[in-house]
Structure formats: C-alpha cells, structure tokens
C-alpha cells in the first residue's frame, strides 16, 4: 500500500508539469537528480547482497523427534450407519493412543465391500481427516463420513468394512 504515495506524487507533479512551464523547468531537473541518486542507492545496496567473501549463513541441522506412526493408533468399535443421504455413511469409533506423542490428527482409509454369497465386490474406497486432540496414552471417541459410489443405484446387500490408519500427526507431551 506504501507504493499509492509515489504513484500519486508522480501522477500531480506530471499533471503540474502539463499545466505550467515554470514549473517544468523546475521538477525536470529536479526529478532527473532524484532518480539519479535512487539508482546508485541500488547499486550499492545490491552490491553489499552480492559480496563474494560473505559467506552463506546455513542452519544448524536439528535432531528431528521421532513422530508417532499409524500402527501406534487403534481403532476400536469402528460402526458404520447409513447417514440418510445418498451414498454417505456415518462411521463412529474410538482412537486408542499408543503412542508416547499428544496426536493432533489422523487420516482413516475405509474400503467398501459387498460380498453377497461370498463373492466380494468393491464398492469404494474413502479417506477421512479426524481432527482428535488424544493425549498420549489415552482414548477418544471420534464421528465422521465416508462417501462411496452407489453402484447400479442400488445399496450394497451385504456390505463389508475395512479400515486402516494412513496418517497420524503429533507432538511431543
């Protein structure tokens, strides 16, 4: 927003060097020394980044801590109800922390299957983000929704579920 105030300055002295010739033979001059000076500013401030003897400053490499992985999160009582809407289901469970990490969130992959008769067919599969602030050690109950494909129009007759964590994100306690 700073750069309004020379455009403005510019666009009066301009219109005052339209409108009067005093002042023309003025700001030409004037404007001519300005500039001049603003160009071997930046040539010295460029000239000062560009030092040849100034050596790069490079960041210490920092220990990373350990994060915590998707086999240190369970997933219990994992339930699937049909939300009502179409092609959208409601899955509730609870996240089991076994982790020595406060986890911020997760991402859980279902797989939709429909095994009527034995022979299964797969319907979808969906990623879900759970935001669950679980303390290490411990366990919170989680909602969310999973969308899959409705084939042929028709729910599946007998739908089997699978799940499995993809991501988990924490922090040290």
Not at 69 to 95: C, H, K, M, V
Not at 115 to 126: L, R
Not at 135 to 156: I, L, V
Not at 160 to 169: A, L, M, P
């Amino acid at each position: 927003m700073i750069w309004i105030l020379p455009a403005v300055a510019g666009l009066l002295i301009v219109y005052f060097a339209m409108r009067s010739s005093r002042f023309r033979r003025f700001a030409e001059p004037g404007l001519s020394l300005i500039v001049a000076l603003g160009l071997i500013v930046a040539f010295i401030i460029w000239l000062k980044d560009t030092d040849p003897l100034k050596k790069p400053t490079v960041p210490a490499p920092q220990q990373a801590d350990p994060a915590p992985t998707p086999d240190q999160l369970a997933i219990e009582g994992l339930a699937f109800t049909n939300s009502g809407r179409d092609r959208s289901y409601r899955a509730t469970g609870t996240a089991v922390n076994n982790s020595g990490f406060d986890l911020d969130y997760f991402r859980l992959t279902v797989t939709l299957e429909d095994c009527p008769g034995g022979s299964c067919k797969m319907v979808g599969e969906d990623t879900a983000l759970v935001l669950a602030r679980i303390p290490a050690g411990a366990s919170q109950a989680f909602d969310t929704f999973f969308t899959f494909p409705r084939p042929r129009g028709k729910d599946p007759v007998a739908p089997k579920w699978s799940h499995r964590v993809t991501e988990v994100r924490g922090s040290p306690p």
